[in-house]
């Protein structure tokens, strides 16, 4: 279906562009994003021979933040601190979305 992210900040509210999602998988086992929450790092390790290739990653407010490589760690000592949403497309196409916590120190 179609998903909006509605973020409200005192008297403000703004809504996200609307995101296509197909399925979302919910097997934990399959798809593990660790450490999180992270500071600098993180990585996505699959299990079955999953190739992962690339993901997007989105700030809370639905922002296009970059594409990720998810074939080797994470850079993301460059963001504040905070909560993000990870978005990849399987090559069947289904779409999984993780949430990854930035906090330091």
Do not use: H
């Not at 992962?52 to 922002?63: I, V």
């Amino acid at each position: 279906g179609l998903y909006e992210v509605l973020v409200t900040s005192g008297s403000c509210n703004r809504l996200s562009q609307p995101y296509l999602i197909a399925e979302i998988a919910s097997d934990d086992e399959t798809l593990n994003l660790y450490p999180n929450p992270a500071s600098d790092y993180f990585v996505w390790e699959a299990s079955d021979n999953l190739s992962l290739g690339e993901a997007s990653m989105f700030n809370p407010t639905g922002l296009f933040l970059k594409q990720i490589d998810l074939s080797k760690p994470v850079f993301i000592g460059d963001l504040p601190e905070g909560i993000y949403l990870i978005r990849w497309v399987s090559p069947a196409g289904n779409t999984l979305l993780k949430k990854l916590m930035i906090a330091r120190p």
